[in-house]
């Protein structure tokens, strides 16, 4: 029997890999967004420059690496400094993104790339799209997962209500503009 570590970056190595996830690097080095490929699942998003999101449409999913994340916002005591950085380190890491989107084998077919967050409030600055999950049973999975990150995050989880997570999608030719 193997014994997990409780070593977050260990930990984390063996469990994304499982997960398909890639991690994107900038310069040689992994960023806090991780991607794969995957079918879209809900319903029919109909996006501000008119383009449809369609079910099984093929997307690049992004996740943000949250145990590296918070690593990096422990040193923040403020939660608009926190904001700030989650911001900077998404926005420098787009470009990384892009170069991954480009060199992908299956570039042609994917259509956008999407994201589901609770933090989709600042996605509009770098061109992102915020769009409600509909289906009720995934949107509360959802929260579940994101209950513990949300708790770790934040000094005041007690004093506020959590944010709802959302899907952030984002054009592929505005990522490449970008």
């Known amino acids: 029997m193997r014994v997990l570590s409780c070593d977050v970056e260990s930990l984390g190595s063996d469990l994304f890999f499982h997960d398909r996830l890639r991690y994107i690097e900038r310069d040689g080095e992994r960023t806090i967004i991780r991607a794969r ?88 600055k770098l061109g992102f799209e915020a769009f409600p999950i509909h289906n009720r049973l995934y949107k509360y999975y959802k929260l579940i997962l994101l209950f513990p990150i949300y708790i770790l995050s934040s000094r005041w989880f007690f004093k506020q209500k959590m944010p709802k997570p959302a899907y952030l999608f984002m054009s592929k030719n505005t990522l490449l503009q970008r």
């Open 37 to 124: 490929l995957m079918r879209y699942r809900g319903k029919p998003v109909v996006l501000s420059d008119g383009n449809v999101i369609g079910k099984n449409d093929l997307l690049i999913k992004i996740h943000l690496h949250n145990a590296k994340l918070l690593k990096e916002l422990q040193r923040y005591n403020h939660e608009i400094a926190k904001g700030k950085a989650i911001y900077r380190h998404v926005k420098e890491t787009l470009p990384s993104v892009a170069a991954f989107l480009e060199s992908h084998r299956r570039f042609s077919e994917i259509k956008r790339i999407v994201g589901i967050t609770t933090l989709h409030k600042s996605g509009g």
